[in-house]
């Protein structure tokens, strides 16, 4: 009998997405979809708004990383009110948006390693879901949890002191910035007591590399068989080829490394990125242009951009950055569960970059804003924590914004994403005659690899919570499980 | 005094999800007019991990957030520590926020949630005419019981 297996939504991934898993006659796995209920009412929403409130209306999108499309947006406007594009800034300005930018970076990448992958690593993948979290981590691991805790506390909070609040921050304004550091902030974050200070973070990061890595030696074989398949890869990279979160040039590269394009301006993204459609989902498909559609999609986040940049500007991570490249003999690495890595080398580097910025004397600075001729039209990218993400804005001669264009981090890897759930059921489930927990939970443990961020920003009261079903090809229910 | 936490949970660029971040902005002035420094006021998006350390911090956490219950006005319940984890841990239960808090931290303080219903979720920041009358029950609920920041009996509901 021919099946369709459904699992809606997927647990410990921001808002709500499905998978369905089609099964032939035979029982083996002919197709596998993920299906991901994008917001588009966003850009029309924003139209008719005045250019310089985007940065802060964006931020409705998404309560997970508002910080991300703030800066985007920023550096959208940037451009429209003439200050240029990410390095035109004062060095107040810049430094000041790297500053929350990397903690923006911090605080979300502790989020995923410490409560959706720690769970799977320390507990296990095939372990009772009802333990497999990060409650069940405390009970085991009570320092780890503890530590989890406290670096997001550390990186929320260093947010919420340079967006100016932890809503709707406004630190990023058409420019530059509305705020400089004080001493008295620095040295909070700085010089803090024990465990809310840069250097303990920077302790902590390394000791989370060590327990990927520990665990990585114990289970090799699972970690680099997973859902790995060859890819082009696309992030921003610095003029000299380094890693950088907040500005450069679009870097692609092919699954053996040869670049495809190479600091491209992405003022000039339209002629390098293409928006596919597919009747089944709402969520665009990107790729490049030069490569068309069936062969130019690409890989963003974590393990794209160890694959596309050189080298990472800062000694402890750049040590941990030449272990990953070895793991390949320096070419891409293809492997799914390396994400996981690549985030925690990130994580690493971020909270070094912290530290550096927090003992640059240019963030107490006064020079906050720059401005120059006016635009009508203005892209602003930023490496956010999931992946490349991109604003675009067009103006009237009122300054009210009248196109919109956005794609996000998770609609970049839809491609992937998809890849990755097809290779981990057939793996699991073709042939098998009975569909089991674990084996939805590794489908599950492949999509949660890209950490996607399905753009749900309502969490009231009263939401769903996991539901599985299972239908015959009639669409009758043959089973369901709740979580 | 004990030490109070108040805590309003939503997004307020998404109407009615706005209603706890618009309560604990309308109690941050009035805790600083009467002179309350005891009583700390919050609000975030959502709930998270970390936010199990601060109410490890407090004698008295009271969370707000707007509600798609089937309830009239507002209710207030007492909320229990939980290992349950729902299907994001990108945004915490309060259940599993005060489970977090006791695993980590010890015994966690009375926690309650002030559950105050909403109608519209779309993106914009006006709220409805009734989640706003409903907001200003809140209010002057909260305001009294600050007033004496004692454990209550729960279940109420409005």
């Not at chain 1, 950088?244 to 190479?262: L, P, T």
């Not at chain 2, 209710?75 to 005060?98: C, K, L, Q, Y």
């Amino acid at each position: 009998m021919s099946r369709k297996i459904t699992i809606e939504p997927v647990t410990r991934v921001e808002g709500h997405g499905k998978v369905t898993i089609h099964l032939d006659k035979a029982g083996e796995v002919s197709q596998s979809r993920l299906h991901i209920v994008e917001f588009r009412g966003f850009e029309r929403f924003v139209q008719g708004r005045p250019y310089w409130e985007v940065p802060v209306l964006v931020q409705r999108l998404c309560g997970i990383c508002p910080v991300s499309h703030h800066l985007a947006a920023a550096k959208a406007v940037d451009v429209i009110a003439g200050a240029g594009t990410g390095d035109g800034l004062t060095v107040t300005g810049e430094k000041m948006r790297r500053l929350m930018h990397y903690a923006q970076f911090f605080q979300s990448h502790v989020l995923h390693f410490f409560h959706l992958v720690s769970p799977d690593l320390l507990l296990g993948v095939d372990a009772d879901p009802a333990i497999r979290n990060i409650i069940g981590v405390a009970l085991q691991h009570k320092d780890l949890a503890v530590q989890g805790v406290m670096m997001r506390k550390f990186g929320q909070e260093l947010i919420e002191v340079t967006a100016g609040k932890k809503i709707h921050g406004t630190g990023a304004i058409p420019g530059g910035v509305n705020k400089n550091l004080s001493i008295e902030e620095r040295d909070r974050f700085l010089k803090g007591a024990d465990p809310l200070n840069a250097d303990k973070m920077i302790e902590w990061s390394v000791a989370a590399l060590d327990l990927f890595k520990d665990y990585y030696g114990k289970n090799k074989d699972m970690i680099d068989g997973f859902s790995h398949f060859p890819s082009n890869h696309l992030s921003l990279v610095r003029k000299d080829g380094a890693l950088d979160f907040y500005h450069g040039g679009i870097r692609a590269v092919d699954s053996e490394g040869n670049k495809i394009i190479d600091y491209a301006d992405y003022q000039d993204y339209t002629n390098i990125i293409g928006e596919g459609v597919k009747s089944w989902s709402y969520m665009k498909f990107p790729y490049l242009l030069s490569l068309g559609e069936e062969e130019g999609w690409y890989r963003v986040g974590p393990l794209a951009r160890l694959n596309t940049c050189d080298f990472i500007p800062s000694p402890l991570a750049q040590k941990e950055f030449e272990l990953f490249k070895a793991h390949t003999n320096g070419k891409p690495n293809n492997m799914c569960m390396h994400y996981h890595w690549a985030r925690i080398i990130e994580i690493l580097h971020s909270a070094e970059v912290i530290k550096e910025l927090l003992e640059d004397p240019d963030l107490q600075g006064t020079d906050l804003v720059a401005s120059g001729e006016r635009k009508d039209e203005g892209v602003g990218l930023v490496e956010a924590p999931r992946g490349t993400l991109f604003h675009h804005y067009n103006v009237n001669e009122d300054d009210q914004i009248t196109m919109c264009n956005l794609i996000v981090s998770t609609t970049n890897n839809n491609v992937p994403m998809n890849k990755a759930v097809n290779f981990v059921a057939k793996a699991q489930m073709s042939g098998q005659a009975e569909i089991t927990e674990p084996m939805m939970n590794m489908v599950e443990v492949a999509i949660r690899a890209y950490d996607p961020c399905l753009s749900c920003a309502t969490h009231a009261l009263g939401e769903m919570p996991l539901e599985v079903t299972m239908l015959d090809a009639d669409g009758n229910e043959i089973t369901s499980r709740k979580r | 005094m004990p030490r109070v936490f108040v805590y309003g949970i939503g997004n307020p660029g998404r109407q009615d999800d706005g209603l706890g971040p618009l309560l604990a902005e309308r109690l941050e002035g009035w805790v600083e007019s009467e002179g309350l420094s005891d009583i700390k006021v919050d609000a975030n998006y959502q709930l998270m991990a970390e936010d199990a350390h601060t109410v490890s911090e407090h004698d008295l956490v009271i969370f707000a957030d707007a509600s798609k219950e089937d309830i009239l006005s507002y209710a207030v319940s007492r909320v229990e520590a939980s290992s349950h984890i729902g299907f994001s841990t990108h945004s915490m239960t309060a259940e599993s926020v005060v489970g977090l808090t006791s695993e980590l931290y010890g015994t966690p303080p009375p926690v309650y949630m002030i559950h105050i219903k909403g109608y519209e979720w779309e993106y914009a920041a006006e709220m409805t005419e009734q989640a706003l009358d409903n907001l200003n029950q809140v209010e002057q609920f909260l305001k009294d019981w600050l007033k004496n920041p004692v454990e209550i009996q729960t279940p109420i509901t409005v």
